[in-house]
Structures are given as C-alpha cells and as structure tokens.
C-alpha cells in the first residue's frame, strides 16, 4: 500500500469514527442539544479535528442522514426488483421495506424528516445538498417505478405514478413523525407497523383497476 492510499484509509477511518460517535451524541442531546465539542469529546479529537471534515453541525448531520436515505433506496429498489411478485404484493413488500428502514435507525428517520427543508439545505456544502436531493429523486422514482409496474400489467389504474410514489412517502413520513409525537406521551406503545400496513392496504385497494 503507497503512502497516499494509507493516508487516505486512515482520513476514511477518522470520518467514520466521528460520524459514529455524532451518532451517539445526536441521540442521546437531540440536534439542538449536541454540539460539536460534544462530538469531539466521544470521538477522542479536538474540535479543531472535526472540522477538518465537516465545516459544521449540519453538515455532520446530514451526512447520517445520507447514509439512512441510502439505505432506504436499497430497499425500496429491491422491492421494485422483485419480479416474482404480484403487483398488490409488492405494495405489502414495499410496506415491510419502509417500516425495516424505521426499525434500523428510528431517531435517525424522525431526525432525517426534520431535517430536510430548505433552509437547512442551504447551510451544506452544494455537493451534500446536491446528495440528498438526488438521494430523494431516487427513492421517490423507485416506489413511481413499482407503481408503474403495475400500470403495465394492467392490476393498477392508469394514475400518475411520480403522484402515487409523493402520497406514499408523505403517509409514511407523517405516520412516523405522529408515532414520534405520541411515543413522548406514552412510550410503552409502537403503533407505527399496523397503522401503515392499514394505510398501505387502503391505498392498494384504492389503485386496483378490478
């Protein structure tokens, strides 16, 4: 191994190893409450260490936040892969992929939600911002796809498939951030999963062409 490509290992590691650790700290203060000196403090570097990375909070954050809208796009393209599977099961499969991306991380996905407007876009760097964007036109074409999908095999009706894809995402985006609200007044409930295999039922049986 050169000496540039050693370098470049242990700059990935170091990135890593803070992002893991603002992980920790985004959790347990919230986005308001965590600084960079805490981040710093749980990662073992100085400060003036993170910012050789990240030019500030937001941008640290974001950048967790890309690495869950990756994931999701894998799984919703897995689902829209699955040609095996009937269209109205798809939708159920699609349910099963949005709630797994939930289970993974659900901080992070309530954190990701409220996130992304547009001012705060505007604090990123255009590369990280421009990421996320294309980030979300990707997981949005993919659940368009897998309704259009089954537009050509004449199971769904004829509707516009990007529409279909935006109400999808805006229930399950709403339903988390209302688990979230009422997960503060009684956490002992998760109501989430059966309210949007519920959802996603109604929606299936709204778009069947019979």
């Given amino acids: ?35 960079m000196e805490n981040i710093a403090e749980e990662a073992e570097f100085s400060p003036a260490t993170l910012y050789l990375y990240f030019k500030n909070k ?22 829209r892969d699955q040609k095996d599977l009937v269209p109205e099961k798809r939708i159920m499969a699609l349910e099963k992929a949005l709630y797994e991306v939930y289970l993974e991380d659900p901080l992070n996905v309530v954190n990701v939600l409220r996130f992304q ?11 990280l911002s421009g990421q996320i964007r294309e980030c979300t036109r990707q997981y949005i074409r993919a659940i368009a796809d897998l309704f259009q999908e089954g ?15 935006e109400i999808v995402w805006s229930i399950f985006a709403g339903l988390v951030l209302n688990e979230d609200t009422k997960r503060g007044l009684d956490e002992g409930k998760d109501l ?19």
């Fill in 151 to 165: 537009v050509r095999q004449g199971a769904f009706l004829d509707c516009h498939p990007v529409a279909f894809a």
């Fill in 117 to 127: 407007s547009r001012g705060r876009l505007k604090s990123l760097s255009p590369e």
């Fill in 1 to 35: 191994m050169g000496i540039e490509e050693r370098k470049e290992r242990e700059r990935q590691m170091r990135r890593q190893q803070i992002m893991d650790a603002a992980k920790k700290v985004f959790a347990s203060k919230g986005f308001g409450g965590a600084t």
């Fill in 192 to 210: 989430l999963e059966p309210t949007l295999i519920l959802a996603l039922e109604i929606i299936g049986r709204g778009i069947m062409k019979n």
């Fill in 58 to 79: 937001d941008e640290l954050f974001a950048s967790l936040n890309l690495r869950m809208l990756q994931d999701l796009i894998s799984r919703v393209e897995g689902v």
